[in-house]
């Protein structure tokens, strides 16, 4: 298994999510409502695992199948649904790599991952906060991503409800 590996931000992440950005909308073409770079590396200054995060959501729920199939015929790893009606692919670099969901228009998940990284891009205590989370749990979880993942639970949590207070 994996260590779980913590790192400084990385000016070049806007960039790295940039191309796979045009990769992607280049691929999918029409299919595509939008692409949104999610997860640590879409806060700048926040420390995050290498890998950038992308929510790439569909016009409509009945392009999924299709859409589904040609992100799998490309150079991308498929991991299927995880329980959120959102479809996870991976691709790896040299020191970083990509993880891709894709969903439809009305995705709770994806509503909500955007209000997460909203906060956290107009809060930087917030984002201090969860970086030193990151880092600690990272650092006591060896190799185990449930435990690492399952640790930053109630901190997601409590920034969603902040932010749900903000509307």
């Known amino acids: 298994m994996r260590a779980i590996n913590v790192v400084d931000y990385d000016p070049s992440w806007p960039r790295l999510f940039a191309e796979i950005s045009t990769e992607v ?26 890998k950038i995060d992308l929510d790439v959501v569909a016009i409509s ?16 790893v498929f991991h299927g649904d995880r329980g959120e009606k959102r479809w996870a692919f991976t691709r790896d670099h040299h020191g970083y790599g990509f993880k891709l969901y894709l969903c439809g228009p009305a995705n709770r998940a994806h509503r909500e991952r955007l209000l997460f990284r909203d ?5 930087p205590q917030r984002a201090t906060a969860y970086a030193e989370l990151k880092r600690r749990l990272a650092a006591e979880a060896g ?3 449930d435990f690492y993942t399952g640790g930053k639970t109630a901190f997601v949590s409590e920034t969603l409800r902040l932010a749900r207070l903000r509307r």
């Open 61 to 76: 729920d009945e392009v999924l199948p299709a859409a589904i199939d040609a992100v799998s015929a490309a150079d991308f």
């Open 119 to 123: 906060y956290l891009r107009n809060h």
């Open 143 to 145: 190799n185990d991503w």
């Open 25 to 50: 909308a280049a691929l999918l073409g029409s299919f595509v409502l939008s692409i949104d770079h999610i997860g640590s590396t879409s806060v700048p200054g926040l420390a995050a695992k290498p």
